[in-house]
Every structure is written in structure tokens, then in C-alpha cells.
T-cell receptor
């Protein structure tokens, strides 16, 4: 069982819809990362957070440390948001290495 | 400033052959990481260098994998001899501790390794 669980695995939305991706982890973390990978592209870091909420454009990331849960929201989704979104955590007991979720494949239809 | 670069972008080799992957981190980044995604699985950690020293190599699957970072600049990951299960995408990332928040990792484009 992976130590970082993401849901859903796949998500299809119509352009303009609000999208939420969830990530749960098991024990104390130093930081949580949300990453994006477009088809055929490299991995891009969207957010790194250890508490609260961060916003960048139409993307919002939140984390609840007590519940060991994070969400990534995409508002007013657009076809160019179609990508795989990956949650990764840096566990306190594991140094700097990242432990990754399985990713959520998002398809936004026009 | 150039990002993390990896070479080659794609390699196809036969089982039993040797392949060497290269990663050039962002200039000045002391931390360098290797990760791997095999088909259908999540990305997994392989190892972490701080400058030229191996800080953590707990994710290296077996002794067919050898990573080096001579001089603390670029790194190589050699697979010898390659097996079918080594096929996947190998990612490199680098980071530089920034204050107390630390550790934003910047990823390279990956090397897709296919062992036939």
C-alpha cells in the first residue's frame, strides 16, 4: 500500500468546471508538493506547502495537517489544464526524499 | 538560468547491455535526486546526493545500479547489466536549501529507458 494516496485516479471535466484532487498521507511531514506533468512533458512544481493554503492563478492548494490531507483545486478549468497531477510528501523521518502518490490524470474537454 | 537537464531523452537497449544516464542540476544546487517511474506505478525515490556524497541511497533497487556525482556537479546513473524490469522513466531533480522553508525540488524532463 502506497504511503501517499491520491483520488480520483482519473477525472474528466467540462471546460469551466471546478476540479478537486485529493491527497492523503500517513505520518508527519515536513512539506507537501503538488506537481504537474503534461503529456510528453516534464514535471513542474506547482506548490510546496506545509500549512494553510496557497493560490497561484486558478490553482489553489490547501493542507490540513491534523487530518493529514491536502487538496488541489482548479477553478474555471481549461483544456490546457489537462495533465497528470501528482502529490508528493517529504516525511519528517525520511530526510529530503519525496514519496509520491500515483497521480491523477485530468482531462478537461472544451 | 538553465533548468535541470537530462541526457539522453530516450534510450532503447537490449537486456544485458549497459546504459548510462546523465543529469545536470541547476547550477549551485548541492542536492541532487534520482527518481524512477516504472510502467503503471508511482514515481519512486532512488537516491540523494549532497554535493558529491551519497546522503541516502535507500531506494536503489540492487547492485546493478551505480550512481556517481564526481566533483559535485553533474551525476550519472549506470545500469549494468540492464534487465527488462528496469524499463521506465528516470527523473533527476535538484534543490538548494532556501532559508528555513527549504527544499523546493526542480525536476528534469526525464530519460525514458526501454529494455528489450
Amino acid at each position: 500500500k502506497n504511503e501517499v494516496e491520491q483520488s480520483p485516479q482519473n477525472l474528466t471535466a467540462q471546460e469551466g468546471e471546478f476540479i478537486t484532487i485529493n491527497c492523503s498521507y500517513s505520518v508527519g511531514i515536513s512539506a507537501l508538493h503538488w506537481l504537474q506533468q503534461h503529456p510528453g512533458g516534464g514535471i513542474v512544481s506547482l506548490f510546496m506547502l506545509s500549512s494553510g493554503k496557497k493560490k497561484h492563478g486558478r490553482l489553489i492548494a490547501t493542507i490540513n495537517i491534523q487530518e493529514k490531507h491536502s487538496s488541489l483545486h482548479i477553478t474555471a478549468s481549461h483544456p490546457r489544464d489537462s495533465a497528470v497531477y501528482i502529490c508528493a510528501v517529504r516525511y519528517k523521518a525520511a530526510g529530503n526524499k519525496l514519496t509520491f502518490g500515483g497521480g491523477t490524470r485530468v482531462l478537461v474537454k472544451p | 538560468e538553465a533548468g535541470v537537464t537530462q541526457f539522453p531523452s530516450h534510450s532503447v537497449i537490449e537486456k544485458g547491455q549497459t546504459v548510462t544516464l546523465r543529469c545536470d542540476p541547476i547550477s549551485g544546487h548541492d542536492n541532487l535526486y534520482w527518481y524512477r517511474r516504472v510502467m503503471g506505478k508511482e514515481i519512486k525515490f532512488l537516491l540523494h546526493f549532497v554535493k558529491e556524497s551519497k546522503q541516502d541511497e535507500s531506494g536503489m533497487p540492487n547492485n546493478r545500479f551505480l550512481a556517481e556525482r564526481t566533483g559535485g556537479t553533474y551525476s550519472t546513473l549506470k545500469v549494468q547489466p540492464a534487465e527488462l524490469e528496469d524499463s521506465g522513466v528516470y527523473f533527476c531533480a535538484s534543490s538548494q536549501v532556501i532559508g528555513s522553508g527549504g527544499h523546493e525540488q526542480y525536476f528534469g524532463p526525464g530519460t525514458r529507458l526501454t529494455v528489450t
